[in-house]
């Protein structure tokens, strides 16, 4: 209702001082960052940084100690009704695909659909039928997750993801468990998608591949600095940081040429 009102320069995210954990253990003390409408945003950095702590307060899953997650500038803990319309708004594609087993691939995709909108039976399959054909599953609609292979779960995953036309994607490494070229085919399918349809996509990952080859921009977590240690294009980072531990990083077994060199 208010969409037509945003202002155009209101980040798809802000991150404001957001700290975050689990009990009494702080993972991520102060965070702020924001992601633009329409890039594709990584959240990089080694194992145990924070990385899906992240992610997962960011789509309230888990409550901050102490911050807030703005959604087109609407706190995300504001009323139910009012969190319900700013849910509608992202979808998720987690690491394991996350279908259920006893549903077809359409019905998997069918699922939001039920969950977030008064469709009739027919309209809500026929969208999934779409979004499959979206990510290249046309024929295997009626086919159970177990029956098909990883790279394909995770197009299907994607496909469910898709399904309200969310504004916002978010993905927990979505390359994991895949081969490397079915992940490059799966991330030439993300930035496809996000690309044609204009969605802003949140992708945790420390796939170097997929990092270069994807991210607008990424922001790098570290987790004995328990925060933030570097942000803007993986490039850019790569050729000119002075950062120890983001050279390292990002260096790790590629060579990467600057964008610009004269
Ligand atoms: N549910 C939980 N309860 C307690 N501690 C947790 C929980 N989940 C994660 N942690 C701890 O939080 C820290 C960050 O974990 P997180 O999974 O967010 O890191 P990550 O960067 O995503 O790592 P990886 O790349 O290995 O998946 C780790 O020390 C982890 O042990």
């Given at each position: ?64 100690m ?40 359409r ?16 309209d ?81 990952s ?37 950062d ?10 590629v ?8």
């Amino acid at each position: 209702m208010n969409d037509s009102l945003e202002p155009a320069d209101v980040p798809a995210i802000a991150v404001e001082q957001l700290t975050c954990g689990y009990d009494a253990a702080v993972i991520l003390r102060d965070v702020s960052f924001t992601v633009r409408r329409g890039e594709i945003f990584f959240i990089i950095g080694g194992s145990g940084c924070g990385k899906s702590t992240l992610l997962r307060h960011m789509i309230g899953l888990d409550q901050p100690m102490a911050g807030t997650v703005r959604f087109f500038g609407e706190p995300l803990e504001a009323d139910p009704v009012r969190r319900r319309a700013v849910l509608m708004r992202f979808g998720v594609l987690f690491q394991s695909s996350a279908l259920w087993s006893s549903l077809t691939l359409r019905q998997n995709v069918s699922l939001p659909l039920e969950e977030y909108t008064d469709l009739s039976r027919r309209d809500r399959e026929e969208i999934a039928t779409l979004k499959l054909a979206q990510v290249g599953l046309t024929g295997y609609e009626d086919y159970y997750p177990a029956e098909i292979s990883g790279g394909m779960k995770k197009r299907a995953g994607l496909a469910r993801a898709l399904a309200l036309d969310p504004e916002i994607v978010f993905f927990d490494e979505p390359s994991a468990g895949l081969d490397p070229i079915t992940s490059r085919k799966l991330d030439e399918l993300t930035r496809q998608v996000c690309h044609t349809l204009g969605t802003t996509a949140v992708i945790v990952s420390h796939e170097l591949a997929s990092i270069f080859a994807l991210a607008d921009r990424v922001i790098m977590l570290d987790r004995e600095e328990k925060g933030i240690i570097a942000e803007g294009p993986p490039r850019e980072l790569a050729a000119h940081s002075r950062d120890p531990r983001v050279i390292e990083f990002l260096r790790r077994d590629v060579e990467v040429a600057p964008t610009s060199k004269h």
